[in-house]
């Protein structure tokens, strides 16, 4: 596991978006594992930004969302789908074909993760996968448990998941308790895994996922055991590591 400690969170964002154009530019139909929620705002802006100097063609790119919430539509304000247009597909030359997320409005979910698993075989498997990582060591929507969870999957949503992210959410209320998640083992298949955390709430999770022994109950920690896996952190994370 490679350990990069960034001063901040721009610098953090920065050196991450140098490793994902450097993979686009290297292999122009690569596929990319993509992340939501707060921690990869500023690597998106800075892939937009090298896409709009003329840097980056994103044109043969594939990409394959972590996790989508249960219950929403894609043009429901706080899906994931949203998000992922807003922040990324919308200012980029993807297309939209070649973008997957799972549907958490899906009728049958057993069938949708199914679906979406052998979407991602049919694809050859991500490239290089961008993780966020959950104050509760969660990756993707893994949350701690007694094991690790293979494929993807439905899962409940962790008290400590609840309250980092309904502010994201008109009323806590209507925050989703359940979200579709690609597996612990999808996230090991991956060819290379990059994992970004900032600021000192992240601080415990990221030592857990480091220093930690691999365990079920701090998912993160299973990516000592990736071949080749990448941890970009500002100081502020880093800080029980150093
Ligand atoms: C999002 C995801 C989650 C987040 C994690 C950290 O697609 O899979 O694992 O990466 O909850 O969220 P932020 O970045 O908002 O702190």
């Known amino acids: ?47 937009v930004e090298f896409y709009r100097h003329g840097d980056l063609d994103f044109s043969r790119v594939t990409t394959f969302n972590l996790d989508e919430y249960v219950g ?26 070649n973008c997957h997320i799972p549907r958490g409005d899906a009728e049958d979910l057993e069938e949708e993760c199914r679906r979406y698993e052998e979407a991602i075989c049919a694809a050859g498997g991500v490239d290089l996968q961008i993780l966020g990582l959950g104050v509760d060591g969660h990756i993707g929507f893994n949350e701690p448990d007694v094991k690790f969870e293979g494929s993807t999957h439905v899962v409940r ?28 083992k999808t996230i090991m298949r991956a060819r290379r895994v990059l994992l970004l955390a900032s600021g000192e709430e992240k601080a415990r999770a990221v030592r857990g996922a480091v220093l930690g022994e691999v365990t079920p109950d701090l998912p993160a920690s299973i990516l ?15 800080s029980l590591i150093r």
Do not use: W
């Open 72 to 97: 929403l539509a894609p043009d429901h304000p706080c899906s994931y789908h949203r998000y992922m247009e807003d922040n990324l597909f919308s200012h980029v030359n993807i297309p939209r074909e």
């Open 224 to 238: 000592q055991l990736h071949p080749n896996a990448t941890i970009i952190v500002d100081e502020k994370a880093a």
């Open 157 to 184: 949503l962790a008290q400590s998941t609840l309250e980092a992210n309904s502010r994201f959410f008109p009323s806590p209320e209507q925050m989703p308790r359940f979200a579709i998640s690609m597996g612990i």
């Open 1 to 47: 596991m490679r350990i990069v400690v960034a001063k901040d969170y721009d610098q953090m964002s920065r050196m991450a978006a140098i490793v994902v154009a450097s993979r686009v530019i290297l292999q122009p139909d690569c596929v990319l594992g993509l992340a939501t929620g707060q921690t990869p705002l500023g690597l998106y802006r800075n892939l």
